[in-house]
């Protein structure tokens, strides 16, 4: 039967000798017998041993486990449950990862959209973040809710067209823009704006806010804090979410 020094063992395995021999401090790769010059010496079985540990390692059982795993009469009982908690702590490892991940892309992303980027705007960032969800929900459901007015704006424009029923386009048109101002109130309503200058979290006038020149995500505006005008990020209200909760 073939013997192995803890070197050759260690290379068969593509380990370190000091992994080798700590395995062995551990109590789960001892050698099954010493040489007369005191040196260790494995035999097959060992290296069965030691490539079950490493395989095991690569999944990411710690040590523990693995020795708890091998002081059983019959770890075949447990090797599963072991595994199987495992899997869930790395997929719970990897949904960490992957929200980290996409927090650091919408950083990122926010980095590029805001105009005089400093450290401090990282603040704003946060806030802008987490209302983002919130902001666009509030987007969807105006949307949503003048898909109706916009059909049947349209529905008689072809009625009008077509059979000549014009005080139709005339009813429906109203509606529209009174549906529009609803809007327009709601929305700003629900809006604050970030100054990229002074970081100040403000809310403009209606009618500064309604007339000024805007990207899907700001606004021109002055500060009334700093005074400057320029554009400045549209987030969702906190406080006219609380006063209306």
């Not at 704003?124 to 666009?136: F, G, P, R, V």
Request: overall charge positive; charged content about 25%; proline content about 4%.
């Amino acid at each position: 039967m073939s013997k192995y020094t803890t070197g050759e063992i260690a290379k068969l395995c593509g380990v370190s000798v000091r992994t080798v021999q700590y395995y062995d401090n551990r109590g789960i790769l001892i050698p099954s017998e010493l040489s007369e010059g005191g040196r260790r010496l494995y035999t097959e079985d060992d290296l069965k041993r030691m490539h079950i540990i490493c395989f095991l390692r690569e999944a990411g059982l710690p040590i523990n486990s693995i020795s708890a795993l091998f002081a059983e009469k019959n770890p075949e009982n447990i090797i599963s449950v072991l595994l199987e908690e495992q899997e869930k702590s790395l997929r719970g490892e990897l949904c960490e990862c992957q929200k980290k991940l996409e927090l650091l892309e919408g950083i990122q992303r926010e980095v590029k959209e805001i105009p005089n980027f400093s450290v401090e705007s990282i603040g704003d960032i946060a806030h802008i973040m987490k209302q983002k969800n919130k902001l666009s929900g509030m987007r969807w459901s105006m949307i949503l809710s003048g898909l109706p007015v916009s059909i049947l704006q349209c529905v008689s424009i072809v009625l009008w067209i077509m059979n000549g029923f014009w005080w139709l386009f005339v009813v429906w048109a109203g509606i529209a823009i009174l549906w529009g101002v609803w809007a327009s109130v709601y929305y700003f309503r629900h809006v604050d704006y970030i100054c990229p200058e002074c970081h100040t979290v403000f809310k403009p006038r209606f009618k500064e806010s309604f007339w000024a020149y805007h990207t899907p995500r700001m606004r021109r505006l002055t500060c009334p804090n700093c005074g400057r005008k320029g554009l400045c990020i549209e987030i969702y209200a906190e406080k006219e979410e609380k006063n209306h909760g």
